[in-house]
């Protein structure tokens, strides 16, 4: 999975199970496998930088 599959992943995990917005990237690891968002476990720095990502468009985008 790439940087930008990723990011699109976790603004999907976030628009349908928004509990998990506040969760850490290390959490994220597995819920993102665990819900199928993943075909395998994922870099902890890549879900860092995925969720940077998504959090602000997130925020802009429920602002709105």
Known sequence: MNSVQLVA???????????????????LVHVLYSLNYTD???DEAEISAAVEAARGDYLQWRAA
Do not use: G, K, V
């Not at 992943?9 to 959490?27: G, K, M, T």
């Open 9 to 27: 992943a976790i603004r999907e995990l976030y628009s349908r199970h928004p509990e998990y917005f506040h969760h850490e990237p290390w959490e």
């Open 40 to 42: 395998d476990l994922a």
